[in-house]
C-alpha cells in the first residue's frame, strides 16, 4: 500500500518570537524597542499575519493527507520523503533554506507578507494552497525547474544550494587558495591556474542573480550577462582579490555552463563552504584540499 502524501510546512521563527525570547514578555520588548524610538506594534503584526497564513495552509491540508512542520532551524535534520509537497510559508529565502534538502519534491512558495517581500519564490497566498496541493501531487500544476549549484569536494562531501555557494574564511581573515576553471567533459584543470589572496569566492543562479550575486555584478562593473532562473548558467565572482608577489587577480569572474567547473584547492589552515546563507551547515575545507563548484545534478520544483 503506497503512503498517503504528506505536506511539510516548512517556517521560520518571527522576528516577534525571537523579542519575547530575549524580553521574557511582549511588555518588556515593546519597552525595549521604545527606548529606541521604535515600536513593537509593526513586529507584533507581521508575526500574526504570518501565524495566520500557517493555520490557513494547514487546515487547506486534504484530510486524507498526512501533515508535518519544521522549522528553519531543524531543516538540516529532518528527513524528506519522495512523496512530500513541500510547502515554504514565509519569505523567498525560506525556499532557498529548505531547497537544499530536497531531491525533486514539489515546493509551493506561500507569501506571509505581500508587499513586503518581493515574491521571486513566495509566488502564492495562503488561500491557493486547496488548489495548488491537490495538483501538485496530480502533476497538474506548472512548475520552474531551478537551476542549483553543487560544490563537492575531493574527499566525495557535496552542498548544494538554490542562490549560491560562498566559498572562503569563517571570519574576516584573508582565504587563500588556488583557483583555475576546468573544462568539460574531462573536467582538467587548464593552464590558467592562478594563487589568489581574497574575501572569498561566490558562485550563483539565475535564482541567486536577484540578490547578493547582483550586488558582487554590480561593483565588479561585470559584462557579464547574469543568467535566468531556469538556465542551465552559472556566474561566479572572486570578492577582493589582492595583488601581491605571490598572489593574482586575473581570474575574477567568469560563467560555468553545461559541465563546466571551477575548481580550487585550498590554501589556508581552514576554510568554509555554505550556501544560501546557511552558515550551520557548512564543509570544512583544510590546507590541500580540493573543491569542484559547478550547475548541480538536481533542479528545485517550484509551483508557478
Request: charged fraction near 20%.
Amino acid at each position: 500500500m503506497s503512503l498517503a502524501p504528506r505536506a511539510v510546512l516548512v517556517h521560520r521563527v518571527s522576528e516577534y518570537e525571537e523579542l519575547l525570547a530575549r524580553h521574557g514578555t511582549h511588555g518588556q520588548a515593546a519597552f525595549f524597542l521604545a527606548s529606541r524610538g521604535r515600536t513593537v506594534d509593526g513586529v507584533r503584526e507581521r508575526h500574526l499575519r504570518a501565524q495566520r497564513a500557517l493555520a490557513e495552509v494547514a487546515a487547506a491540508v486534504p484530510a486524507r493527507w498526512r501533515q508535518a512542520r519544521v522549522e528553519r532551524a531543524d531543516l538540516d535534520r529532518f528527513l524528506f520523503g519522495p512523496e512530500d509537497v513541500v510547502v515554504v510559508v514565509g519569505q523567498d529565502g525560506l525556499v532557498a533554506n529548505a531547497a537544499k534538502y530536497l531531491d525533486g519534491q514539489p515546493v509551493i512558495g506561500i507569501d506571509t507578507d505581500p508587499g513586503r517581500n518581493p515574491g521571486v519564490l513566495v509566488r502564492h497566498r495562503a488561500a491557493d494552497a486547496a488548489r495548488l496541493l491537490p495538483a501538485a501531487v496530480a502533476h497538474r500544476a506548472a512548475f520552474d525547474a531551478l537551476t542549483m549549484v553543487e560544490a563537492v569536494t575531493d574527499d566525495a562531501q557535496r552542498l548544494v544550494a538554490l542562490n549560491e555557494i560562498y566559498l572562503g574564511s569563517p571570519g574576516h581573515r584573508t582565504a587563500r587558495y588556488r583557483l583555475s576553471p576546468a573544462g568539460a567533459p574531462a573536467d582538467r584543470a587548464d593552464d590558467r591556474a592562478e594563487a589568489q589572496a581574497s574575501s572569498g569566492v561566490l558562485v550563483g543562479t539565475g535564482t541567486g542573480a536577484t540578490g547578493w550575486l547582483r550586488s558582487l555584478w554590480q561593483q565588479h562593473g561585470s559584462c557579464l550577462p547574469l543568467p535566468g532562473a531556469a538556465e542551465a548558467r552559472l556566474i561566479w565572482f572572486v570578492r577582493e582579490a589582492w595583488p601581491s608577489p605571490a598572489t593574482g587577480t586575473s581570474l575574477v569572474e567568469g560563467v560555468l555552463a553545461g559541465g563546466g567547473r571551477l575548481h580550487l584547492t585550498v590554501e589556508s589552515d581552514r576554510l568554509v563552504a555554505f550556501g544560501d546563507g546557511m552558515e550551520s551547515d557548512a564543509l570544512e575545507l583544510t590546507w590541500g584540499q580540493s573543491v569542484r563548484l559547478g550547475i548541480a545534478g538536481s533542479s528545485l520544483r517550484l509551483l508557478c
